[in-house]
């Protein structure tokens, strides 16, 4: 279906990156997700597998359409299977604002695991399809509702202990205090019951979902000024982006005694912090290529020096690996798609380079696996993880300059 754009796009990198493997692992992945994660659904609705669990995730799904947003300008077919699979989220969302992840049939919920990003990537895929494109057609009844949803959400979840209903009491890991999740004051950030990686907050504000959100916060007051036409819902979403943003700059930014001035991963407003970075994005690693952050800017660049080192107690250096990993999986396993999102925000072409060819080398039986072990890889987590996938070949089409990258907020 979409043979002719993925092979253009696969010559390119392979004349680009003058690499059989890495430009052969690139064509595989960027078919695989089409090939094994993408079910039509008889409304016309795209569900996306997230890889070896037959489940879809709000996250993984939106992330797995990166590489198609960058190369779909001129591929009507790429751009539908985008609006669907953005179609099929807002109705989960619809469904259950809470939930992070979905079945194709009733029942419909297959976890609900409150996670602030979650909420997040369905609203930015919808901002990126625009920018790339230039079509509006999916900002209609259902994006306004679930925009609607999301907005009063997160307000509500500014205060969570005084308002929120939700409670998570799954054994054998409930949240603490009978579902509610260890005790936090309000600081103007907006409360997560779960991190990117599905394990659960420590200290309730997640500071790398509240920068997540800030910024699609800011996308959805340009989407309602430019194509809802609505001044309300413009107003609404930059008052709370604003505040969101105000309690990240108060509280989410802590000293710490090697690298300085560096964001917090976790606070809980009352003096509670987890220093430290996931592989899952939002991470603190991801706030540039998330759009929150210049590059360039100084506390970042510190929390990167951070993360980047055995300060941050999720890095892993071994004899065939170095990055960042999770307490989500063993120690002394690097997330691949963390090396992505190193390359994607550095600015040396040839750190983007070095972590290609590790990728490349890591991809164990032509996979880009959720995690490998530092020293031996063939001790990997996950025989397929689609976000994975899509995450190397976002980062081999930034190296190699094709396709449009993510648009940020006028």
Known sequence: MHSLTLAAVSRRVADTLHDRAAAELFARCLERTLDRAVRRLADGTVFVVTGDIPAMWLRDSAAQMWPYIRICQQDDALQDLVAAVLARQLRCILIDPYANAFNAAPPWIWERKYEVDSLCYPLDLAYQLWRATGRVDHFDAAYRQAAERILTLWRLEQDHEGRSPYRFRRLPRPLARVGRGRRTVVTGMTWSGFRPSDDACRYGYLVPANMFAVVVLRQLGHVADEVLRDSGLAERARRLAQEIDTGITAHGIVDHPVHGRVYAY?????????????????????????????????????????????A?????????????????????????????????????????????????????????HESVHCDRPRRYTRDWFSWADAMYCDLVLAHCGVGAGRAGVP
């Open 266 to 310: 976790e606070v809980d407003g009352a003096g509670g912090t987890a220093l430290m970075d996931d592989a899952n994005v939002p991470s603190l690693l991801a706030a540039p290529l998330l759009g929150y952050i210049n590059v360039g800017d100084s506390v970042y660049q510190a929390t990167r020096r951070f993360v980047l080192s055995e």
């Open 312 to 368: 941050n107690p999720f890095y892993f250096a071994g004899r065939a690996v170095a990055g960042v990993g999770s307490p989500h999986t063993a120690r002394r396993h690097v997330w691949p798609l963390a090396l992505a999102v190193q390359g994607l925000t550095s600015t040396e072409p040839g750190e983007q380079r070095t972590l290609i060819d590790t990728l490349c080398r890591t991809a164990i039986g032509g996979a880009v």
